[in-house]
């Protein structure tokens, strides 16, 4: 497919994660066959010597290296983008520095990414926002187009089975009663069309969230959408940037160990019950002994439980008793650690035979 002057051979982008989860090595091995490989920018320069000291630097320097790294191992396939939360607190300069380094777009959600074509209009980086309803489609639309005269390169719409952050209230998905994907794929589909017809182009619209294999794929592709994003599965693979414990996390997680909590920037995400999680729920807490400042909602010194940076940081370098490890619904249904390669070729010969 074409995304405005750019050719997507395969209609996938796997969804980016962090901290550090996707990288350099996972986006530019999905771009090698094909797809959108997506690097996080949420403290990407955790490895950094100097991360401790100047988080910020650290971050900036990581991410343009993972950029680069990325598109050298793509080859020049499919696409390398970089997911980058509006709720971090460096976003203008995380966003300044994706385009710099060349990557082909930036993907923009955890809140309503207003100012994102701001940073990309005139480049040859194309920018997506990541929504959860028609609602929010139309008033991006309709705020780019007030402000900016340009509509989005490219939506994501994140469903209630996603991994990490929500765009959910924590009831509507305990109790079951957020939309499911398919409704709210058609809101957004007649949100975008008077921009579309206004602006004589096309928006293709990815639907993430609970997007397993090849036929639910081919299902949201014959209902408007133009492709998909996956994310926990592409943790099992080889390629991916996480340590091999929390690959095997995610392949030994059964059903009953997925949970939805909330996190301490104030949203509900999806994650495996961990022993962190447990203690946490029995009253325990720990604080960051340096905090970076990463998130601007964070709720920081004794009223946060615990610093989900670190706990994160702790999931991808694979510590089991201290780590947060972010999933979405399926994750019980991965059960091996394949190659990227492999995982592409299976979802597109599910989807090619489910057409």
């Known amino acids: ?40 920018s949420v403290n990407a320069g955790y490895q950094e010597e100097d991360f401790d000291r100047n988080p910020r630097e650290a971050n900036l320097r990581a991410l343009t290296y993972h950029i680069k790294k990325a598109k050298e191992i793509s080859q020049g396939n499919g696409m390398v983008a970089v997911n980058i939360m509006t709720a971090v607190s460096d976003y203008e300069n995380a966003c300044k520095c994706a385009v710099e380094a060349g990557a082909d777009a930036i993907i923009s959600g955890a809140g309503l990414p207003l100012k994102l074509p701001e940073y990309t209009k005139g480049t040859d980086t194309l920018f997506a926002p990541i929504v959860s309803s028609g609602k929010a489609a139309a008033l991006l639309c309709r705020n780019y187009s007030k402000k900016y005269d340009v509509v989005p390169d490219f939506i994501v719409l994140e469903g209630n089975h996603a991994g990490g952050h929500l765009g959910f209230k924590q009831e509507e998905l305990l109790d079951g009663t957020a939309l499911e994907n398919d409704a709210i794929l058609a809101d957004v589909l007649d949100a975008i069309k008077p921009y579309e017809e206004q602006y004589q182009t096309t928006i293709p619209v990815f639907v993430a969230g609970g997007v397993f294999d090849g036929e639910d794929m081919a299902h949201f592709l014959s209902l408007g959408a133009s492709g998909v994003q996956m994310a926990t599965r592409f943790i099992a693979t080889d390629e991916c940037d996480a340590h091999v414990n929390f690959k095997k996390v995610i392949v030994n997680a059964k059903k009953e160990d997925i949970m939805i909590i909330k996190s301490p920037v104030g949203m509900p995400a999806r994650a495996i019950n961990s022993p962190l999680l447990k203690r946490l729920s029995v009253g325990e807490k720990f604080t960051a002994k340096i905090c970076n400042g990463c998130l601007t909602g964070c709720l920081r010194g004794d009223k946060t439980p615990y610093c989900i940076s670190r706990a994160l940081i702790e999931a991808v370098k694979g510590n089991w008793e201290d780590g947060l490890f972010f999933c979405g619904d399926n994750a019980y249904r991965v059960n091996e650690i394949i190659p990227v390669k492999q995982l592409m070729e299976t979802i597109e010969k599910e989807w090619r035979n489910s057409q």
Not at 5 to 11: D, G, Q, R, S, T
């Open 1 to 40: 497919m074409k995304i405005k002057n750019k050719e997507l051979p395969v209609p996938i982008i796997q969804g980016g994660m962090g901290v550090g989860v996707s990288l350099s090595s996972l986006a530019g091995n999905v771009a090698k066959c094909g797809g959108m490989g997506v690097i996080s």
